[in-house]
């Protein structure tokens, strides 16, 4: 590997570095109480480093988002593979439900706090991944209707459901309330349970 490309590489590291401790100093503290200078002293650089990376911690915080939603994309790459509207939203769901338990930081600061709206108005951002999600959402719930495989209904408040469903139980489930409800060990299949039940329960007669 030649000089420019380990340099290249180093700096890939370190960025990445200074991303996966902010998501966990974010989670652990809240956004508004971590500093820049708290990131640096966490991964043992100066803050001037880190100003080689990010312009500031609203921008640390975006790419924290952006590198979530990424890996919530690469978990949907597959969906145009079903045909079935219901089978294809059907997955979607439980690659959400999967993605929430298995990356809690991510989902945290995803679709928990509320910083990441915030800093977007700051940086005079869109929020693209977020809107990219939803709108693929949209679609399959278009698709079923126009299929006439779901009670027809606006294909906003349709989404809304299926989306606030799958929010509320990896909200609950990652701050451990849905043992409250059932035993710890039966809580993840539960949650896919009362998916299939939405699903169900949404399909046309």
Request: aromatic content about 8%.
């Amino acid at each position: 590997m030649g000089i420019v490309a380990r340099k290249e590489k180093q700096k890939q590291e370190i960025r990445s570095l200074i991303l996966e401790e902010s998501m966990k100093l974010f989670v652990e503290e809240g956004f508004s109480k971590v500093s820049v200078r708290k990131i640096a002293q966490r991964i043992q650089y100066s803050p001037t480093t880190l100003y080689l990376y990010f312009k500031d911690k609203n921008e640390i915080l975006f790419y924290c988002c952006e590198s979530g939603f990424k890996k919530m994309l690469e978990q949907n790459i597959a969906l145009a593979l079903i045909s079935d509207p219901i089978e294809r939203l059907h997955q979607m769901g439980v690659n959400y439900l999967n993605f929430g338990l298995e990356y809690p930081e991510y989902y945290d600061l995803m679709f928990i706090q509320e910083a990441p709206m915030s800093a977007l108005i700051d940086m005079g951002a869109g929020w693209s991944s977020g809107d990219q999600a939803l709108e693929a959402l949209k679609m399959i719930v278009q698709d079923a209707m126009d299929k006439g495989l779901v009670v027809p209904a606006k294909v906003e408040t349709v989404a809304m459901a299926v989306w606030s469903m799958v929010h509320g139980l990896v909200s609950l489930a990652i701050r451990q309330r849905l043992d409250k409800l059932v035993a710890a060990e039966e809580v993840e299949n539960t949650m896919h349970e009362s998916l299939d039940w939405l699903l169900k329960t949404m399909k046309k007669a």
